[in-house]
């Protein structure tokens, strides 16, 4: 009889000790759990458009790539044709251009409802044309070669028949963005103009001209194949209509063999 509480004495440290050895092992079953476990990666948000600057800074003189590009007179442009952002009127996905011909606008869609609107010249008349197309080369300040259908029209261009040197003066600017169709170029171009007053009016021979200081800008955002969607108006009905009517004359000889092409 007397050892029978030794004996419960011994069993109750067992069942302690047992239960604190089934306590450690869950516990460390526990914290091999947790240490095992991958947090999930924080979501990062896409960076804001970036301001554009003032008027004066954006159309300033400047060096691009050797060349030395006059200022823009700003005090003699419509404000409206003035690179800006604007909330996106077209409805299209981020990384779509849409030119609105009607309005002299280029669109360059962007993410958050937004996009920014850049102000252009389009095809004089018998040279306008609305369609789709997409940007597959680009060139920065590219040799000027006339097509022969041109030449024979002014020949006075019949000097540069074998190409125009890049510069401030080139019909070309200081960037061409050569747009294809089905994997074909269509002799349509985004480019540049030392013409500047002719932004917002009809003077070209079917092309989309940009000042030097725009056509810079875009093509700094252009860095894959681009859709571009040349429509008579922004309506749903211009959407409709906004169907392939070749009517503007090559600008140029072709896609130059130094050109950027974009994958």
Request: glycine share 10%; proline share 10%; aromatic share 8%.
């Amino acid at each position: 009889m007397s050892e029978i509480p030794l004996f419960s004495e011994r069993l109750n440290r067992r069942v302690f000790l047992g239960a604190s050895a089934l306590g450690a092992a869950a516990l460390a079953v526990s914290g091999c759990t947790t240490t095992d476990v991958t947090p999930a990666p924080p979501v990062v948000a896409a960076p804001p458009e970036p301001a554009l600057g003032d008027t004066a800074t954006m159309y300033t003189a400047r060096t691009d790539e050797g060349f030395q590009l006059p200022a823009i007179p700003v005090a003699k442009l419509d404000p409206k044709y003035v690179r800006q952002i604007v909330a996106d009127p077209t409805g299209e996905k981020p990384g779509t251009i849409v030119v609105d011909v009607s309005e002299h606008f280029l669109y360059l869609v962007r993410d958050g409802g937004k996009a920014i609107r850049y102000g252009v010249s389009l095809g004089k008349a018998g040279f306008g044309w609305t369609g789709s197309a997409v940007i597959q080369a680009r060139k920065k300040w590219p040799v000027w070669t006339p097509p022969p259908e041109m030449i024979k029209r002014r020949p006075e261009l019949a000097k540069f028949k074998d190409g125009m040197p890049p510069g401030p003066q080139s019909p070309l600017g200081a960037r061409a963005l050569y747009l294809f169709r089905d994997g074909k170029d269509t002799m349509y171009r985004l480019h540049g103009t030392p013409e500047w007053d002719s932004i917002g009016k009809n003077a070209s021979s079917g092309c989309v001209r940009f000042m030097n200081q725009d056509i810079i800008d875009l093509y700094s955002r252009v860095n894959g194949p681009a859709p571009v969607f040349v429509r008579p108006n922004l309506s749903a009905a211009g959407k409709i209509m906004a169907v392939s009517s070749r009517t503007a004359e090559p600008i140029d000889a072709g896609v130059p063999k130094d050109a950027e092409f974009l994958k």
